[in-house]
């Protein structure tokens, strides 16, 4: 006959260790199956803007709304503060102001916007330096189905 040997405690811990596992797939369940699977926004575009002593350009002057990383150079002889703001011609409403930090001569700066349809003006804070226009088309398709996305 072979032996046998049990302690105390081992029905004890194993039906602790059931509840356990038991309790931690409960809690993994979620809230009742309410959950709205959202889209993702678009993914972030990289927009150029170059300052230079007499204009701004920018690349690409046509996009789609949605959100954007303005990539600054200043390569003005004086440090300039960028403003990305609605043109507002003929929308009667307010105009939209996004506005980086002071960059410095032969530096660079950014600004982040999530910007919808419409004109859009690129300009500094001098009135000799000419802006430049952007215009916002629909839009942009969701990041819902793209791999490696922030």
Same mark, same amino acid.
């Given at each position: ?21 038991? %309790? ?6 979620? %809230?009742?199956?309410? &959950? ?9 575009? /990289?927009? =150029?803007? $170059? ?11 046509? $996009?789609? !709304?949605?959100? #954007?990383?303005? #990539?600054?150079? /200043?390569?003005?002889?004086? =440090?300039?503060?960028?403003? $990305?703001?609605?043109?507002? !011609?003929?929308?009667?409403?307010? !105009?939209?102001?996004?506005? =980086?930090?002071?960059? =410095?001569?032969? !530096? ?11 004109? &859009? ?30």
């Amino acid at each position: 006959m072979q032996n046998v040997h049990r302690t105390a405690g081992s029905p004890l811990r194993g039906v602790a260790c059931l509840l356990a596992v038991g %309790g931690l797939l409960v809690a993994g369940c979620g %809230g009742g199956g309410n &959950y709205k699977n959202e889209p993702r926004p678009p993914a972030p575009i /990289n927009v =150029s803007a $170059f300052v230079s002593p007499t204009r701004v350009s920018v690349s690409p002057a046509r $996009f789609g !709304a949605g959100p #954007i990383v303005v #990539i600054v150079a /200043n390569q003005s002889n004086t =440090s300039q503060e960028v403003t $990305f703001q609605n043109d507002g !011609a003929g929308s009667g409403r307010s !105009a939209a102001v996004r506005q =980086s930090t002071l960059i =410095s001569p032969g !530096a660079t700066g950014t600004l982040k916007l999530d910007v919808q349809r419409g004109a &859009y003006l690129v300009k500094t804070g001098d009135g000799s330096i000419k802006p430049a226009s952007v215009t916002v088309g629909a839009q942009r398709r969701s990041a819902q189905n793209q791999l490696l996305q922030p």
